[in-house]
């Protein structure tokens, strides 16, 4: 849901208590932020202190090769050692760190010690299928401990993991494989979602069929039903845990500060899926930092984010940034309103969650279902919201302070990319709250909304958002192609060297930062972050179509939904039987949440002189709003 129209004066300012003031980690916003910004490599130094290393760093920032940072060079570590390691000899150790619950009513409970174990095996596992440090191992699952476990595996023995959300299929599954060259696979049978099962095996089956490149897959057994079982390609995750070759002793191998951790997967403007990289160094230090202060992370906790791991959301704040702080997670496999709209609340009690964190677009759909539902549960152990994902509706933002925080909860709406690693955009539970407003930038973080010369706009003028100086948490590339990562981020401003989020924003009087929505061709639906590039592929690799543009066009409850407009084959028939058709060619080729909601049957696209299709006229068509400057279409 952008927030394009909306007027930020409207005068609604929430203070936070006197008591969540006294009781957060940052009490004085302003001053810590001036103290980044006056001696950010000491800021950052001194967060990094309070984590281990095998050996500490000779210098926090290297920009000698902008914008290849490096950060924390010549450190020695690995991000396990933080978020398990650590706290195996401490009190820690005893303490859950997962609290599961899966969509059937199963429940499952892991401590710190047991979490570590179960990794200590998987990695054993890993290591005697040769997977080594530096190899990338892709991973494919539902919301289950096993993701977790598999992801903290790859990190333990310095594999780089590369996890493609359930909601994917098959050539979107097979691109990501491929790209990523991953030799090992590791699946579940399938996840419960709304009372069905997703068939994330099959759709693997499917994506060997198109890269050869896997030579083994590990089947985690989640939903039990009938599965192929490729002989000596396909095992049984139990199996192999069940091998005396997985011990629960296993090293943690030393990594080098800017070793790769992972590689996820993001949309961009153009072409296929961007690997973004991330280290072992920079984003334990930053999305540590941003957790704790932000969610204000205590050891009393029982903090809820309901995203999926197999986004950035899950990758910073499900799995790592709680482990390392040693908090309590819930992690809930299914739909927030399935098999009733209390499903959520009913967590909230049974478990006494004290923060949730969740998507606007969630949000708003729990909201349809009226007040009654949460108002049957006790929720008075929560004690800080947060949103994420796109801009909150005011509206929205206001039924989540009062229904479900009874308004004593502050809202941390948190605005940040894949790219980006953790918050960037965001208030402390000490921070003034304007709904639709992601406030102030983190401590260290410096942020701009400029003009296209990179002139600071006036206040309440929209611009680009750009952020100025380097952050640990930051992306280091895009996995195999240095060039797209110089392109696409750095090439719009680089004389100054700023860094382009692809954001439209406003600042208001206050300094408070109003993000407006994507200037590029993503798509945010239902927070989901999409291409129009890989749907539009999809579209024209079915036999009846020429040529494909797609579009978001704003939606009340999932912000945005996609708009598909076709040019046929000569010969094909417009009808409905055909918008079926491609609508499930589709749910195949990219998955479920790139189905288009409208497909409409044309002769002609926009397009530029040089042949780029115009969306921008697409969409304001679409929205019956003016067109704007046509001085460069073709026609
Ligand atoms: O457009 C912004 C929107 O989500 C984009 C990043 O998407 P992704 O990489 O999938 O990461 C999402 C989770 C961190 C941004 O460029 N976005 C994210 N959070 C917010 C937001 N827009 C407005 N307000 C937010 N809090």
Redesign the pocket.
């Known amino acids: 849901m952008s ?1 394009d129209g909306f007027n930020p004066n409207t005068g609604d300012i929430y203070h936070p208590s006197p008591e969540t003031v006294a009781a957060a980690h940052i009490k004085d916003y302003e001053a810590v932020y001036q103290k980044a910004v006056d001696d950010p490599l000491a800021f950052w130094a001194e967060r990094a202190e309070t984590l281990s290393w095998y050996q500490k760093w000779d210098k926090v920032l290297d920009d000698s090769d902008a914008p290849f940072y490096k950060w924390f060079v010549g450190g020695k570590t690995n991000i396990v050692l933080n978020a398990l390691d650590r706290h195996q000899t401490t009190g820690r150790r005893n303490k859950l760190a997962i609290i599961w619950e899966g969509e059937d009513g199963e429940k499952r409970t892991l401590s710190y010690w047991r979490l570590s174990q179960e990794v200590c095996k998987f990695a054993n596992v890993l290591r005697s299928m040769g997977v080594q440090k530096g190899d990338t191992v892709t991973i494919y699952m539902g919301r289950t401990p096993e993701v977790v476990i598999a992801m903290l595996a790859c990190a333990k023995i310095g594999a780089v993991h590369s996890v493609i959300y359930g909601g994917f299929s098959e050539q979107a599954i097979a691109d990501r494989i491929d790209d990523a060259k991953s030799r090992v696979l590791v699946c579940s049978d399938g996840a419960w979602l709304r009372g069905k099962i997703v068939p994330l095996k099959e759709n693997v089956d499917k994506a060997l069929e198109r890269s050869p490149m896997v030579e083994h897959v590990i089947v985690v057994r989640r939903t039990g039903h009938e599965i192929n079982m490729e002989q000596g390609r396909d095992y049984w995750y139990h199996d192999l845990m069940s091998l005396p070759v997985a011990s629960n002793k296993a090293r943690t191998e030393v990594m080098d500060a800017e070793d790769p951790l992972f590689i996820l997967y ?2 961009g403007t153009t072409g296929k899926p961007k690997g ?1 990289l991330h280290t072992h160094g920079g984003y334990q230090v930053y999305t540590s930092t941003t957790l704790e202060w932000v969610f204000d992370i205590k050891d009393e906790d029982r903090y809820w984010c309901a ?1 999926d791991p197999g ?3 899950g990758h ?1 704040y499900i799995v790592y940034a709680p482990l390392i702080l040693g908090a309590t997670s819930i992690i809930y496999e299914g739909a927030p309103t399935y098999p009733y709209p209390n499903r959520w609340w009913k967590i909230v009690e049974e478990y006494g969650v004290t923060i949730l964190y969740t ?2 677009t969630a949000i708003r759909g729990l909201m349809r279902f009226g007040d009654a539902w949460p108002n049957r549960h006790d929720l008075s152990t929560l004690r800080l919201l947060g ?6 509706n005011p509206e929205a933002w206001k039924w989540y302070h009062r229904v479900i925080g009874k308004e004593r909860c502050p809202i941390m ?8 690693g953790g ?1 960037m ?2 208030p402390l539970p000490s921070v003034a709250l304007k709904p639709g407003s ?1 406030t102030r930038p983190f401590p260290g973080i410096v942020v701009d909304v400029v003009d296209e010369e990179g002139n600071t706009c006036a206040p309440n003028e929209d611009g680009k ?1 750009v952020i100025k100086t380097p952050w640990p948490g930051m992306l280091r590339t895009v996995y195999g192609d240095p060039e797209r990562y110089k392109a696409q981020y750095w090439s719009a401003y680089k004389e100054q060297g700023w860094y382009l ?3 439209s924003a406003r600042r208001d009087e206050d300094g408070y930062i109003w ?4 200037i590029d061709d ?1 798509i ?1 639906v239902s ?3 999409l291409g129009t590039a890989e749907i539009e592929s999809a579209l024209v690799s079915y036999k009846d179509v020429a040529e494909a543009a797609v579009i978001g066009v704003p939606d009340e409850l999932r912000g945005n939904v996609i708009h598909a407009y076709c040019i046929l084959v000569s010969g094909a028939t417009p009808d409905d039987a055909l918008i079926k058709a491609l609508k499930e060619h589709v749910r195949h080729e990219v998955g479920p949440i790139a189905v288009p909601t409208s497909i409409e049957f044309v002769d002609k696209l926009p397009k530029t002189r040089s042949g780029k299709i115009m969306r921008r006229v697409l969409k304001a068509q679409a929205q019956g709003l003016p067109v704007g400057d046509l001085s460069t279409l073709e026609d």
């Open positions: 927030n993001t949309s973004i995203a986004w950035i959301t910073s998507a606007p949103s994420v994902g796109e801009p909150i709406d948190t605005w940040w990319q894949t790219e980006t918050f955009i965001t992601a958002l989020a692809g954001d993000v407006i929505g994507r993503v945010k927070g989901y972050r």
